[in-house]
C-alpha cells in the first residue's frame, strides 16, 4: 500500500505538463470544499431552527403526559395510591391536572374553532408559558373572577386585545340536554371569560390554544372532578434518553441527575394498563418525524450537488491517466500489477476529494461558529429571534466527512477501472 501511496501525493502535487489538468483539479478541490461547507452551514442553521421548534414546544408540553387508555377522561382520586407513588418520586418536579377540549370561540360577534386547555393552580404558579405573553400579562384568576390568555394568532383572528373589556364566549354542546329545533342553542353550554393576555410559542399552538382555569372548563363541559390529563415535568429533565444534573424538586429534595427514559418506563410501569404514558416526543410524533425526514431529504438533495461537482474529479482524472500512460507502462514494465497501478489513481483522485473535504470542513465550521456567536447573517421580516439560529452537531460533521469521501471514492474508482483495458 506505501508504494500507491507514494505515487499518488507525487501525482497530486507535481506540476503537470498540461495546465488543463491543474485547473480542473483546483476547480475540484475548490467544489468539493464549497459542497462541504454548504452541507456543514445548512445542516447547523437547521439544526437551530429544529431546537427552537422544540423549544418552543416544551413551553406547552410537559416531559410526560399522562391520558386514559379508554376514553376521554379519569378520575385521578380514584388513582390516588398510583399518584401518590409518583409524588414521592424525586425526579419528579412538578404535577398537574389538565382538561382539553375542541370548543367554538366567539368575541365581539367573530367565531372560530379553538382547543380549550383547563389548568389547575399548579400550572398556572410554574408554567413557562408567562414568559411568551407578548401583550398584557400570564393571569387566569382576578379573585374568584375566572380569566383566560389566548394564542396570538387566534387573538389576531378573533380582533381580542386583552385592554378590552369584552369576554371571550366559549361554547360547547352539552352532554345532558338534547338539541331542540326551536331553540338550537339551548344545547350549547357557554363560559365567559376574560382575556388578560396573549401569548405567542408557534403557528400551531397560536392559532388555535386558549389557557383558563380548569373549574371553569369543567363548569363548560358538565364535569366533576374529571380531567383528561395529568401533566409532569421533570427536575432538570432532558430529552429523550439523556441525563442532566439536577438541583431539587418543589419538595425540595435533592437529586443527582435524571434520566428522562427510565423515569418514563417507571411511571408506565406504576400507572399500570389503564394509563397512556407518552413522552414529549410521543406527544408530537408527527411534527418529530417531520422535522426528522426533512433534514434527511436536506442531507440528501447537498450531497447530490457534492456528487455532481465530484464529476470534475472524474475529468481531472482521466486527463492525468492519458498524460501518465508513459509512466503506467513504465509501472507495468517495471512489474507492478495492474490492481495496484489502478490504485495508484483511485487515491490520486481520492485525495483531490479529501483536500476540498479538510478545507470544507474548516470553512464550514468557521462559518458556523461565526454565525452562532456573533449572529451576522439576520433573519427577513420580523421574527422573534433577529438572526439565523445555528446549532453545530458532533454527528452532522462525522456523517458529512463520511458521505463525501465516498463520493469522492467512489468517483475515482470509475476512471481508475479503465486502466489495462485498453
Known sequence: MKLPLLFAFRYLFARKSHNVINIISGISVAGMAIGTAALIVILSVYNGFDALVRSSMSTLDPDFLITPASGKVFVPEEHREAFDQLYEMPEIATMCTVLEESVFVSYDKRQATARAKGVDEVYEQETLLREHIRSGQFRLHRGDIPEVCVGAALAWQLGLNPRFVTPLEIWYPSRTRTI???????????????????????????????????????????????????????????EGSGAAEGSKTAGGRAIGKVDARKVGERIATIMGDEFIVKDRYQQNESVYKMMTYEKLVIWMILLFVVLIIAFNIFGSLSMLIIEKKDDITTMRNLGMPERMIRRVFVLEGWFISLLGLGIGLILGLAVAYWQQQTGFIKMPGNFLIESYPVVIQSLDIWVTALSVALVGWLIALIPARRIGRE
Open 180 to 238: 331542540s329545533l326551536v331553540n338550537p342553542t339551548g344545547a350549547l353550554n357557554c363560559a365567559k371569560v376574560y382575556p388578560t393576555g396573549i401569548f405567542s410559542i408557534n403557528s400551531d399552538v397560536d392559532a388555535q390554544y386558549v389557557i383558563l382555569p380548569i373549574e371553569k372548563m369543567r363548569e363548560l363541559l358538565e364535569y366533576e372532578n374529571e380531567v383528561s390529563g395529568v401533566e409532569i415535568r421533570l427536575a432538570e429533565a432532558v
